[in-house]
Structure formats: structure tokens, C-alpha cells
């Protein structure tokens, strides 16, 4: 794929949750419940950070009626999904999604010629026909879905097809960041060492102290939040990058550009570092670096034996 090559995520969102809650609470669940508020099922970042992982998304569209899916708002505003609002004509009428997502497959690959890739996230033979106009354009076709649900001629009809529980597979081990001196992670909890001279005694300025320690213990868990969050970022992308290359090493180079796509406001600067080797470098606990043939390349670390193991 070259460097220009583009991403179009399509989403038919009801059909995808539907699935999950009928797999969950019986089929027809769906059905029965489907003017109610719906509670948020799909994991949406895992499908975002896939199609990330094929390369840059230039479309991301989601198609459903949206009343009925409200608590998915912060899901869906984190990862820059573009609602469509699709409303049913009746009562026991289709919503009318794949139509309209196929119509708009086929008018953006007219307009937009850099976007080579083409992910619809569903699981109906209804798209069949779509799979065949796709590959016609020269695009190559993903299919995302369900395991229990999906139609397996539409998922062969695919250049590639992805079940959604794979993808919620690929998660990140507990990281083991290096923490600042005088913090402790043993027991989860914040701590910070005690002074030398040891802790006053109760008077006047007890109170004082005590704010003082707790404006500590609340620093130190900020800073240990944000070590564990560059950590996980960085893992799952190496993850993401494994799992398409087949190996568990990847370029140490397309890494960086890969967790940016994943989240745009990623710098090295925000977590206290002057580039990204150093970041990578903090993290010796966490992942494995060796020199590649063109590059150094990176893995997760394997856990080591323990003694009784050994």
C-alpha cells in the first residue's frame, strides 16, 4: 500500500448490534427492544485502530437510527465517526442502512481515487453485490462482523474478512513502566516515601501538610496514569502491526506514524520525553528492540520464567 493510499470505514451500526445483543440475550432480543435505549456493545476503538492499521482513515461512516443509540455519543465522538441518520419507514421495516452505505461506497470510490481500501463493518449477504463492484474498481474489500451472525458467502466474497472478536482479542499486556523515584505501584496504590526526618508532629501545621501530601499522592497517580496509557498506545499498536505483518517483529520506523494515526495528539514531549527512541527506551520491561535488516524492529517482551519455572 502506498503511502497516499486512503482508508473508508463504513459502518451499518444496527445490524453490527443487533447481532452482538441477539448473540448475548437470545435471538429476537433485538427485535423486541429496538425503540428502547440501547446499552453500548460494540467496542468501537478496536475496529477504528484495525482499519488504522491498513492506513490512514479518510472516511469514517456510520449509518443507523440514531435515536435508539445515544450512550455509544462519547465512543463514536472519540474516534471521529461521522453519523447518518437512517430512519425506518415503518414499524417492521428495514432502516434501509445498506443501501444507503452501498450507494455512498460507490459514489466516494468515483471522487475519491486515493482511497484504495474499502472496510464495511457488517455482516448481511445484502452486501454481496457491493463486494463485486468494489473489487471491479480496482479497491481491495474488508469485511468486518460477527461471528455467530455473518454470512459466510459475504465474508468469502471479501478481499479479507475480520470476525469482531478477533479484534477484541488483540489487547495489551500489563505494562510495567519504570516509575520516578519515591513511587510505589506494588499494591496499586499511590505512596509516597516518607521523609527522612520523619512525619511531624500533630499541630499547626498538620493541616498544611497533609495538603501538601495528598497534592503528592494525586501527582504521582496522574503521572503513573499516563505512563500505563503511553504504554498500552504503544503496545497495541505493535499488536496491530504483528498481526497484519505475520510476525511478531515490526519496523521500529512505521511505529511511530501508526500510534499517530491512532491518536493524533500522541508526542513523546507529553509524557516527558525528548523523542521517541528515548519513550521506546523506558519501556525495556515492556517490549524488545533488535536490528532488523533495513531497521531496528520491536516486539512485546516476552515474560520471563521465574525461578521455579527455570
Same mark, same amino acid.
Given at each position: 500500500m502506498a503511502n497516499n493510499d486512503a482508508v473508508a470505514l463504513y459502518w451499518d451500526f444496527e445490524n453490527v448490534h443487533a447481532s452482538l445483543l441477539d448473540q448475548q440475550q437470545g435471538h429476537g432480543t433485538y427485535r423486541a427492544t429496538c425503540f428502547r435505549p440501547q446499552e453500548e456493545l460494540i467496542d468501537v476503538s478496536a475496529i477504528v485502530e484495525f482499519a488504522l492499521s491498513l492506513g490512514p482513515v479518510a472516511i469514517n461512516r456510520a449509518f443507523a437510527n440514531w435515536v435508539s443509540f445515544t450512550r455509544y455519543r462519547f465512543a463514536l465522538l472519540r474516534n471521529a465517526v461521522e453519523l447518518i441518520q437512517v430512519f425506518s419507514p415503518g414499524a417492521n421495516a428495514k432502516?434501509?442502512?445498506?443501501?444507503?452505505?452501498?450507494? #455512498?461506497?460507490?459514489?466516494? *470510490?468515483?471522487?475519491?481515487?486515493?482511497?484504495?481500501?474499502?472496510?464495511?463493518?457488517?455482516?448481511?449477504? #445484502?452486501?454481496?453485490?457491493?463486494?463485486?463492484?468494489?473489487?471491479?474498481?480496482?479497491r481491495t474489500l474488508?469485511?468486518?462482523?460477527?461471528?455467530?451472525?455473518?454470512?459466510?458467502?459475504?465474508?468469502?466474497?471479501?478481499?479479507?474478512?475480520?470476525?469482531?472478536?478477533?479484534?477484541?482479542?488483540?489487547?495489551?499486556?500489563?505494562?510495567?513502566v519504570p516509575l520516578a523515584p519515591g513511587y510505589m505501584a506494588t499494591t496499586?496504590?499511590?505512596?509516597?516515601?516518607?521523609?527522612?526526618?520523619?512525619?511531624?508532629?500533630?499541630?499547626?501545621?498538620?493541616t498544611a501538610q497533609g495538603e501538601e501530601l495528598?497534592?503528592?499522592?494525586?501527582?504521582?497517580?496522574?503521572?503513573?496514569?499516563?505512563?500505563?496509557?503511553?504504554?498500552?498506545?504503544?503496545?497495541?499498536?505493535? *499488536?496491530?502491526?504483528?498481526?497484519?505483518?505475520?510476525?511478531?517483529?515490526?519496523q521500529?520506523?512505521?511505529?511511530?506514524?501508526?500510534?499517530?494515526?491512532? #491518536?493524533?495528539?500522541?508526542?513523546?514531549?507529553?509524557f516527558g520525553f525528548d523523542n521517541f527512541s528515548d519513550l521506546l527506551e523506558s519501556m525495556g520491561d515492556v517490549i524488545d528492540t533488535r536490528r532488523g535488516?533495513?531497521?531496528?524492529?520491536?516486539?512485546?517482551?516476552h515474560p520471563q520464567p521465574t525461578s521455579s519455572e527455570a
Open positions: 432502516n434501509g442502512a445498506d443501501i444507503k452505505l452501498c450507494l #455512498d461506497v460507490m459514489d466516494d *470510490m468515483a471522487r475519491f481515487p486515493h482511497v484504495r481500501t474499502v472496510i464495511v463493518v457488517g455482516g448481511d449477504s #445484502d452486501y454481496m453485490p457491493l463486494a463485486y463492484k468494489v473489487k471491479a474498481a480496482g474488508v469485511g468486518i462482523g460477527s461471528r455467530v451472525s455473518t454470512n459466510q458467502h459475504w465474508a468469502r466474497s471479501c478481499h479479507e474478512f475480520k470476525y469482531y472478536e478477533s479484534l477484541l482479542s488483540v489487547k495489551a499486556p500489563e505494562s510495567q496499586g496504590t499511590p505512596q509516597i516515601a516518607e521523609p527522612a526526618g520523619g512525619v511531624e508532629n500533630p499541630g499547626t501545621g498538620e495528598r497534592l503528592l499522592l494525586d501527582r504521582a497517580a496522574e503521572a503513573e496514569r499516563r505512563r500505563q496509557e503511553m504504554a498500552g498506545l504503544v503496545c497495541r499498536a505493535i *499488536m496491530l502491526m504483528s498481526e497484519r505483518r505475520g510476525d511478531a517483529w515490526v521500529k520506523a512505521g511505529l511511530r506514524p501508526f500510534i499517530q494515526r491512532m #491518536d493524533p495528539t500522541f508526542h513523546e514531549s507529553n535488516e533495513h531497521d531496528h524492529e520491536v516486539r512485546i517482551a
